[in-house]
């Protein structure tokens, strides 16, 4: 099946620097989302077209092409600590969806 | 925004017993998915469904059954619940719009403890 590898596994930042977190995946496609996760909590997705700014957070965009998609997080924010998964389609017409392991982003003040 | 319930929130079972997870949503989405999510493993799709009366296996079917009496409701059945199957289990609906990428509402999640 497809495979969705996501780098840095883990990423520590002082509040108010940047970062980019990374996806490749082994088919290409533009059908590629970013989700957010709080500790215990449930996922949200954060982007629903590559290149636009995602809702719910507006310091943040994504950028996808060909097998490889980032998601950059600006201006972070304590609040912005979480894990961060990408999530690939295989196609257009189908359902199944497979995720990437995530990277866990810690933001300290 | 979108709503999804899962019930229980958290369930420990015997190995062996029947287990069925829950899940209600209340937009009309067509797509309704099962995830389990492991240390690890990050989430796997277990089952998923198009609509009402339709079940697909996702990953990791084996020892899982879904089933879909409704647009609204979407079960996951453990006929004979194994310790290995202890995970989190996540529940998320969503739809295409314009044929362009969907994006999936998710529940809070069931823990489930399988002793």
């Known amino acids: 099946g497809q495979q969705v590898q996501q780098s840095p596994a883990s990423l520590v930042l002082q509040e108010g620097e940047n970062a980019e977190l990374q996806c490749s995946f082994s088919?290409?496609?533009?059908?590629v989302q970013w989700f957010y996760q709080r500790p215990g909590g449930r996922l949200i997705g954060l982007s629903y077209?590559?290149g636009m700014k995602p809702t719910g957070k507006q310091t943040s965009s994504t950028v996808t092409k060909g097998r490889h998609s980032s998601l950059t997080i600006s201006s972070s924010q304590t609040t912005d600590s979480g894990t961060y998964f990408c999530?690939?389609?295989?196609?257009?017409?189908?359902?199944?969806?497979?995720f990437g392991h995530g990277t866990i982003l810690r933001v300290h003040p | 925004e979108a709503a999804v319930t899962q019930s229980p929130r958290n369930k420990v079972a015997v190995t062996g017993g029947k287990v069925t997870l829950s899940c209600n949503q209340t937009?009309?989405?067509?797509?309704m998915y099962w995830y389990r999510q492991d240390t690890g493993h990050g989430l796997r799709l277990i089952h998923y469904?198009?609509?009402?009366?339709?079940?697909e296996k996702g990953d990791i079917p084996d020892g899982y059954k879904a089933s879909r009496p409704s647009q609204e409701n979407f079960s996951l059945i453990l006929e004979l619940a194994t310790p290995s199957q202890t995970s989190v289990y996540f529940c998320?609906?969503?739809?295409?719009?314009?044929?362009?990428?969907?994006?999936?509402?998710f529940g809070s999640g069931t823990r489930l403890t399988v002793l």
């Open positions: 998320a609906s969503g739809d295409d719009w314009g044929g362009s990428w969907e994006t999936l509402y």
């Open positions: 088919i290409s496609t533009n059908q």
């Open positions: 077209i590559p």
């Open positions: 999530v690939l389609r295989a196609g257009a017409n189908t359902g199944k969806l497979t």
């Open positions: 937009n009309n989405h067509n797509n």
């Open positions: 469904s198009y609509g009402a009366g339709s079940t």
